[in-house]
């Protein structure tokens, strides 16, 4: 009777086992939710963050290097019966500090350690060790922040900051983590990559109290942090450092290139002031007051930023004109006729060495009138389309409206107008040469960098070419890894016969020309340079100014503009020129000038129309002050920081491990 | 009755092997389960679980030479007298009983706790096979059906009474016995279409389900039945079914909302959602799941786990050992565990239809359904697909009760199988 039934219980037995089975598969197999190492809560992954690379300058001075401070922890279920005044007053905090953050670190976890105080320093870390003794539940780790013993350089290196809830978000390989630092800007945010080194990561076990228990299978699964690797730039930090002190009380900037190389010898921009500031504890409260200012230290003015070339581009329209045809080094002008004015200057330049010499407005306006009519078409407006994209096309060449490919992480790309432009504008056939003459002195739509202007000098410098600006020449041990396109040599179609006279102008401009009162003339050096004065809407000219030197196998290409200064022979040009003499001779020669220059003080509008403001981070360096530690402006800090070299030879490892 | 006689003779070694497979497995993971590397610990010491389960595995070794030295006969004719005993012990318990973890179920021998609940089982089995092995005794008549019922079901009253709801509940096994000797299958049809109601009402609301059971109706009545078969009385049926269904339906609800404890509440609505409190309620269930599924397919390493070890699972030598399995052994470990269980049952219930004795069958099959029902239950509650009911998983769970009984009731049916040539 009923044998029938062993089947259906059988089977039913076997289905269960089977849908266990099933469900088995699924969360054993299938689901990897929990199969990663360190994704359950008995095993915790220990991420040990690495020391931060160092950079160092080009003949190996120290730029940005690390400073040891230790982070303080609390694990809230630990701190028992403490005198909470007692602390306060031993660290400095207040008690409103200590109960917000204390009820912080409890939301998140009673047995495990949070964050309580950051960036304590060596010196605080002794003077309270003994006293630890009353205060169990604190745990110190540690870590390290930036410290700029040059302290110059403040927008080209950057600063490293906590990562931002976006970049945290956007990361696509999960590797940094709420609260980690990472390069904001500049440098720091260009080669974050290599400069952050590689995390080790320690899986360590813990029990159901969060109680240490061990490393998890004898580390097997373990990797060790590797330090960052240390960058070297192509800066001169004492060039760099007296441009700092020759900006004192003015606002612009000034970048010098290696023309041969393209390597970036000095990049400034002003107002100064200390990168140090952006370092450490004191960071939202200095952050704040130079994003206040209303000359924008924060700002780089180098790389990013648009601003008329002005008179420099005439040399430009030069070339292109000599090359496509339109004038000789001979040809000669007259003064009348021009919609734009001349500066004072002894009479028509007869040739374009003098135009060059005097920067005369008429002459290069002619210049540019007979660029633009080149061609064969005798109706204006049918002309000027053609004309300009040939015109359009050689510019070009010498990187204006595009990016350079400088090894920052922002970089404005200017305009050069083209055809499109002005047909968008004015419609098509609606517009000729008497609408854009303004083009011819560097007015008008055209808008640059300053980089690209030093690019410009190096160009010329250069007979012809131009290398890729670029900051970094040598990334760890073996410089290795610099990207090709830095190296990148980029040729203009300017035959090397034309820059003679070009040259020939701007050697004479400085020793007898535009730049006045032999402001630009260094004995032993022939300097070959180009005053601007680019107009600027909000107020008195930009002083912008232009060099190479020496004028046969240059060494040194340069670009200073100081804003609202006015004319660019007056302080842009004696600023070049010191920072040349700087670089070639090593010294500083011609010491009433550089007094001169370095105790005026030029306000800029926006600064005139905030009235009150007074800044106070942005004092600049000592001139010519050797580079040493810096004095931390952190009460807490050091007072005198021993930086501890990491010499590429030694790989060191040396980890910070937060939990 | 110790005559001479081999005690080895007609014993099923597959079983024995499958049986001893298991034990050994156990007692491994209970090891395991109590590992420390910090800090090694001798394996023959009563100063934890697996020394103590290694004497209990030496002691159920002894238990099986009795079981099999004692004549088959035994079993048989003193099985009213073994379950009256129980009983008897069953209640006395309720007021000897030490109070532990708010239940009144152990009864203390020197250093030893031992729970009669378990025990009950194996008695309640025999008795239940002698009077269904009774002639004239015919489960389909309600007189008949009545009588094994309240014998199945008077065990387990006293077991909740002492606070042991898990053990109680095991009783349900039984059903399938009785759908084996002919109860009609509609009983434990409707049971199983009643547990998908209500694990159904757990999960949706129940205007839904009432909803969809009408329409189900209507369906099968339009497109099952047959034109003929549209009569006025299957109508009146399928309305019945309807209102059972939903008078069931609102029952349960009122059930779990009023009559369960709030435990017990909570227990059902971690099983539902476990992330609704994953530090309360839900920690067991969450724990488990994470510790089974961190194992992976070939498991970390016997004695590498860290879920278990860290005593991030709770009960892990006990009821949660299979999450030991899962996690050191990964689904490799579990799936072999899951097969000898699948092959141990369907071992049994083979020898069980093989039996010429009523006797001898019966038992069988309470033993096979016993056995189940802790699988059923204990694994499921590990890999979150049943409630937390507190009962061990045989022959791997540390305990020397469970041990013992699960031993003793699977030895005495090989015993009867020894003998199976002979007629009760």
Known sequence: MFQDRKQIILSFFFIVCGVYLLRLLYLQVIDDQYQALGSTNAIKKEIQVPLRGQIYDRNGKLLVANVDVYDMYVTPYKVKNIDTTMFCSLFGITRNYFDSTMTVAKTYSRNRASLFLRQLSKEDYARVSDAMVHFPGFTFELSFFRTYPARTMANALGYIGEISKKAYEEQTIEYYRRGDYVGITGLEKQYESELRGTRGVKFTMVNVKAE?????????????????????????????????????????????????????LAMGSYPYYDPNALSGKQFAKNFKELYKNPDKPLNDRVATGFFRPGSTFKLVQALVALQLGAIEPSTAFPLGGAPVKCHSHPGAPNDLHNAVRFSCNPYFYNVFRKTMSLGSETNPFKEAPIMLTKWHEMTAKFGYGQKLGVDLPSESAGL????????????????????????????????INMLKMANLAATIANRGHWITPHLVKGIGQNSQGINASLKEVHQTEIDPIHFESIIGGMQDAVERGTVGGGAGIVEGISICGKTGTSQNKHGKDNSIFIAFAPRENPKIAIAVMVQNAGFGGTYAAPIATLMIEKYLKRKVERLALKERIMNTSIKTVEAMAAKGYEPTVNKPAEPARPVKAPESPKKEAPKSVKVEFITPKENLIAAKSTK | MARDIDI???????????????????????????????????????????????????????????????????????????????????????????????????????????????????????????????????????????????????????????KETGSALTFAAFVAVFYREGLPGIYPALGIALAILFVFTLFFPKLY??????????????????????????????????????????????????????????RIQVLVNPDSDPLGAGWNVTQSRI?????????????????????????????????TVGEEWGFLGSLIVILIFAALLNRIINLAEKQRSKFARIYGYCVASILFFHLLVNIGMTIGLMPVIGIPLPFLSYGGSSLWSFTILLFIFLKLDAHRSYKV
Not at chain 1, 423 to 442: A, C, E, P, T
Not at chain 2, 302 to 321: A, H, M, N, R, W
Request: aromatic share 16%.
């Open chain 1, 212 to 264: 240490d228990k061990g490393s998890y299978a004898n580390g097997e699964f373990d990797t060790l942090a590797v330090i960052g690797k240390n960058l070297y730039t192509t800066v001169d930090v004492e060039v760099q450092q007296l441009a700092d002190s020759l900006f004192q009380g003015k606002t612009g900037c000034a970048v010098a290139i290696e023309p041969k190389t393209g390597e970036i």
């Open chain 1, 416 to 447: 050069l107008p083209s055809v499109k432009y002005y047909d968008k504008r004015y419609g098509k056939h609606q517009w000729k040469f008497s609408n854009i003459y303004s083009l011819s002195i560097g007015e008008g739509e055209v808008s």
């Open chain 2, 209 to 266: 389900i009432i909803a969809a059971i009408l329409i189900l109706c209507g369906l099968f009545w339009y497109f099952f039945l047959k034109r003929y078969e549209r009569t006025q009385q299957n109508m009146f049926r399928l309305i019945a079914v309807f209102v059972i269904a939903s008078v069931f339906v609102f029952g349960t609800d009122f059930f779990i909302n009023k009559v369960l404890q709030p435990h017990q509440q909570k």
């Open chain 2, 291 to 323: 510790a089974i599924s961190s194992g992976g397919a070939i498991g970390k390493g016997y004695l590498q786990g860290t879920q278990t070890k860290f005593d991030f699972v709770p009960e892990q030598s006990t009821d949660f050992i299979f999450c």
């Open chain 2, 8 to 162: 080895r003779e007609g014993i099923d070694w597959t079983t024995v092997w499958l049986y001893a497979a298991l034990v050994f497995f156990g007692w491994l993971n209970i090891y395991a389960a109590v590992y420390n590397p910090e800090n090694p610990i001798e394996i023959v010491s009563l100063s934890h679980n697996a020394g103590r389960q290694l004497i209990f595995i030496c002691a159920s070794f002894l238990l099986i030479l009795i079981i099999l030295f004692v004549d088959y006969k035994v079993y048989d004719s003193f099985a009213y007298i073994f379950y009256g005993l129980i009983i008897l012990i069953l209640v006395g318990t309720i007021f000897l009983a030490t109070e532990i973890k708010g239940s009144r179920s152990w009864i203390k021998i020197g250093t030893f706790s031992l729970q009669p609940a378990e025990f009950s089982k194996v008695f309640t089995a025999l008795a239940l096979a002698r009077y269904l092995s009774t002639q004239n005794v015919n489960i389909s008549r309600f007189r008949d059906a009545f009588v094994a019922g309240v014998m199945v079901f008077l065990p387990p009253v006293i077991i909740i009474l002492q």
